[in-house]
C-alpha cells in the first residue's frame, strides 16, 4: 500500500521532515511517498499563501500511483475541493487534528503560526462542524519556517505562547499543534505546558489508517 503527502509549499527540507515524522505512524508495510508543491509559496500563512498554492496541491494529489494521501499543511489546502472526489482516502492533517482534539469531549485550542491563518483556520473548523469544541486558535506569531531554521527558538517561543494561552484559557484541557512545522514536538510542549497536546502529524497519520481500514 502507498501512501502519499504532499507538502503544499515549495521548502523540499520542510517536507522531508514531514515525511520523517508521518514514517513512525505508518505500519512498516506501508509504502511513503512524498511531494513537495514546487509551484507554491515557500510557507503557507493565510488564505493568499493557500490560493497561490492550490493548484499544485491539486495536481499532485490527482496523480495516480498511491492509495491514499495526506495533505500536510495545517490549513487543509485542497482538501475541500477533493474530498468528495478523490477516489483514494484523504486526509488533512488540520481536520485530522481537530477530530482527535474533540474527540476527547474536553475543551481545547490551537497554537498556530501567524495571524493570517487565524480565520482560515476557523473557518475549516466550522465546516468540519467541530467549531462549539474549540475555545481559541491563537496566533504564536511565529514565522512557519523558524521551525525549520531555528527549532529549539521556535520551540521555546511556542512554549511561552502556550502559557499565554492557557493563562487566557484557563479551562482548556488539550492544546492542538496548528502546523505541520511543529509536528514532532507534541511530547516536549505538553511537558512544559502540562496538558494534552495534539501534533497534526500523528493525527493525520491515525485518521488515514482508520480510512483504510474501513475502505
Same mark, same amino acid.
Given at each position: 500500500m502507498r501512501v502519499l503527502v504532499v507538502n503544499p509549499n515549495a521548502t523540499v527540507e520542510m517536507t522531508e521532515r514531514i515525511a520523517a515524522e508521518l514514517r513512525q505512524y505508518l505500519p512498516p508495510d506501508i509504502t511513503l511517498i512524498s511531494a513537495t508543491n514546487h509551484d507554491g509559496p515557500a510557507s503557507i500563512q493565510g488564505a493568499a499563501d493557500g490560493a497561490a498554492a492550490l493548484p499544485g496541491t491539486l495536481a499532485l494529489l490527482r496523480a495516480p500511483g498511491h492509495d491514499g494521501a495526506v495533505i500536510a499543511c495545517f490549513d487543509d489546502t485542497g482538501l475541500i475541493e477533493l474530498r468528495d472526489i478523490h477516489p483514494r482516502p484523504l486526509t488533512g492533517i488540520g481536520e485530522a487534528a481537530f477530530a482527535e482534539a474533540a474527540a476527547r469531549g474536553r475543551p481545547f485550542a490551537v497554537l498556530t503560526t501567524s495571524p493570517l491563518s487565524v480565520p482560515v483556520?476557523?473557518?475549516?473548523?466550522?465546516?468540519?462542524?467541530?467549531?462549539?469544541?474549540?475555545?481559541?486558535?491563537?496566533? *504564536? *506569531?511565529?514565522?512557519?519556517?523558524?521551525?525549520e531554521t531555528d527549532r529549539a527558538g521556535a520551540e521555546r517561543r511556542l512554549i511561552a505562547a502556550g502559557r499565554d494561552l492557557l493563562t487566557q484559557y484557563p479551562e482548556v484541557e488539550t492544546v492542538v499543534l496548528g502546523c505541520a512545522g511543529m509536528g514532532g514536538l507534541s511530547a516536549s510542549v505538553g511537558a512544559a505546558l502540562g496538558v494534552t497536546v495534539v501534533d497534526p502529524i500523528a493525527a493525520a497519520a491515525h485518521s488515514l489508517m482508520a480510512s483504510f481500514a474501513l475502505s
Amino acid at each position: 500500500m502507498r501512501v502519499l503527502v504532499v507538502n503544499p509549499n515549495a521548502t523540499v527540507e520542510m517536507t522531508e521532515r514531514i515525511a520523517a515524522e508521518l514514517r513512525q505512524y505508518l505500519p512498516p508495510d506501508i509504502t511513503l511517498i512524498s511531494a513537495t508543491n514546487h509551484d507554491g509559496p515557500a510557507s503557507i500563512q493565510g488564505a493568499a499563501d493557500g490560493a497561490a498554492a492550490l493548484p499544485g496541491t491539486l495536481a499532485l494529489l490527482r496523480a495516480p500511483g498511491h492509495d491514499g494521501a495526506v495533505i500536510a499543511c495545517f490549513d487543509d489546502t485542497g482538501l475541500i475541493e477533493l474530498r468528495d472526489i478523490h477516489p483514494r482516502p484523504l486526509t488533512g492533517i488540520g481536520e485530522a487534528a481537530f477530530a482527535e482534539a474533540a474527540a476527547r469531549g474536553r475543551p481545547f485550542a490551537v497554537l498556530t503560526t501567524s495571524p493570517l491563518s487565524v480565520p482560515v483556520l476557523e473557518a475549516n473548523i466550522t465546516a468540519y462542524g467541530l467549531a462549539q469544541h474549540c475555545r481559541k486558535i491563537h496566533a *504564536s *506569531s511565529i514565522e512557519v519556517l523558524d521551525f525549520e531554521t531555528d527549532r529549539a527558538g521556535a520551540e521555546r517561543r511556542l512554549i511561552a505562547a502556550g502559557r499565554d494561552l492557557l493563562t487566557q484559557y484557563p479551562e482548556v484541557e488539550t492544546v492542538v499543534l496548528g502546523c505541520a512545522g511543529m509536528g514532532g514536538l507534541s511530547a516536549s510542549v505538553g511537558a512544559a505546558l502540562g496538558v494534552t497536546v495534539v501534533d497534526p502529524i500523528a493525527a493525520a497519520a491515525h485518521s488515514l489508517m482508520a480510512s483504510f481500514a474501513l475502505s
